[in-house]
């Protein structure tokens, strides 16, 4: 159950695109449809961004979009805005029926 | 409107034993799989035990296996994790968050902190 890996750090101007990658195995991302990102302000609880791979929940921006290839899913900023700027966490369903998070990446709006 | 509320977080001793709750509401509570994530001070979120709609299935992270035990009440709307032989490390704030589709936690508690100090 070793967590997936994200970069620590991502950072852009207003404007343009980021993209967040995540990595895991063939018994967690690899294997499954089931990847979800999650956007997380300080002291706040995480919200739901994308799910199942790249389905956006009602109400989050067209803006924010996922992908996944092989072991490794992505999460793409488009426009970046000020208030993108918050922690970003990947999960993924396992194949032991758990769920795993991403190491976690902060994004920073220059 | 979906609302989580976490309850039954505070200080304890290593050693010690805490029963966080979760009150439901806003939805069909015996139609989810239910979840709880922690997250340490400063650090990530970490997945602890998600429980079946009926209760019939439960999985916990390999850290807290034998020590945690997560349960619901339908009938009260309520999720709970029993905490047992709690240590320094389990310090974080706990979420209950509910599973929507493909697994994906869709709404979120507040979360309740749980310290373990001396």
Redesign the interface.
Known sequence: ?S?LTQPASVSGSPGQSITISCTGTSSDVGGY??V?W?Q?HPGK????MI??VS?R?SGVPDRFSGSKSGNTASLTISGLQAEDEA?Y?C?S?TS?????????TKVTVL | EVQLVESGGGLVQPGGSLRLSCAASGFTFSSYWMSWVRQAPGKGLEWVANIKQDGSEKYYVDSVKGRFTISRDNAKNSLYLQMNSLRAEDTAVYYCAREGIAAADDYWGQGTLVTVSS
């Open positions: 159950q967590a449809n089931y979800s999650y997380q609880a995480p919200k739901l799910y199942e389905n929940p922690d966490y999960s369903y032991s029926s758990t769920e795993v998070f991403g190491t976690g």
